[in-house]
């Protein structure tokens, strides 16, 4: 077979190679020796394959934090509905490793929640990534049969919010994740990341809403965010309420999915 010359993609990766070894690595060497001896992740942290999310960048934390599952759409199938990775994963973070805190993190303009709203049409060209986004079923019935009256970025939005919903409820069929949660030691979470703005909401049980995490951080001063107190909320998400108003009153959301999708993502 010929050998083809690196992309320069590739000489990008082994640049950063030798960066990382060079600067990271010699600057950590303590932490290498450590997590050479075996790895105590605090946090099972399942979210999408998209390019622009990192878990790690995204929280801050460092190697060894954090185990990550990561798949198209942050899919957990329900137990027993496959024997796919993502079970195994769950079981041996849980069992072997001892996690006590689960987050499930969807993020905004996600693909896969796109490929979902048309899944038919993908049987022809992506038969596996139809088979895949089979298992979000639960999400793409509750979209069809209760949100049909949204269409766009709102369907999109909505497909988000409700997917990490399901797959929180997905957890739940799990022997380990049910025992655990019965003593009261384990959690669950679901966040949604905002690529634009890079705002994390997080699902409240109490409210049924997703808010803001960090509500009370001044934002930096994007093209998009009005100048001020730092505190104002960028203007998309001002028009996006001006919709929403309009949309409650001709009756087009009901109370709590109004709350759950669009008033979650405001600073209160």
């Not at 759409?73 to 689960?102: C, F, K, M, Q, R």
């Not at 993020?107 to 490929?115: E, V």
């Not at 049409?121 to 298992?135: A, F, I």
Request: proline share 6%; with cysteine; hydrophobic share 35%.
């Amino acid at each position: 077979m010929k050998q083809l010359m690196p992309s320069n993609s590739i000489k990008r990766l082994v640049k950063g190679l030798r960066d990382y070894r060079q600067s990271h690595y010699c600057n950590h060497q303590d932490l290498f020796e450590q997590l050479s001896h075996g790895q105590k992740p605090k946090v099972l942290f399942i979210t999408c394959s998209d390019s622009r999310i990192d878990p790690n960048l995204l929280t801050q934390t460092d190697l060894g934090e954090l185990f990550v599952i990561r798949n198209a759409g942050n899919i957990i199938p329900p137990y027993g509905a496959t024997n796919g990775g993502e079970g195994a994963a769950v079981e041996y973070a849980i069992h072997a490793l001892g996690i006590e805190e689960v987050i499930v993190c969807g993020h905004s303009h996600c693909g896969a929640m796109k490929g979902l709203l048309k899944l038919p049409k993908l049987e022809e060209d992506m038969p596996l990534v139809y088979e895949w986004l089979k298992h979000a079923e639960a999400t793409r019935r509750m979209l069809k049969e209760n949100y049909s009256h949204l269409e766009g970025e709102d369907l999109i939005e909505m497909a988000v919010a409700e997917n990490v919903l399901t797959q929180l409820e997905n957890l739940r069929t799990y022997p380990v994740i049910h025992s655990r949660m019965h003593q009261g030691k384990l959690n669950l979470y679901g966040w949604i990341y905002q690529i634009e703005n890079a705002e994390v909401l997080a699902y409240n049980p109490n409210s049924d809403a997703f808010e803001p995490i960090l509500h009370d951080l001044p934002v930096c001063d994007l093209p998009n965010t009005p100048r001020g107190n730092g505190l104002e909320q960028p203007i998309q998400h001002q028009i996006q309420q001006i919709e929403l108003d309009r949309k409650y009153s001709e009756g087009w959301l009901s109370p709590a999915q109004a709350e759950r999708i669009y008033r979650g993502s405001h600073a209160r």
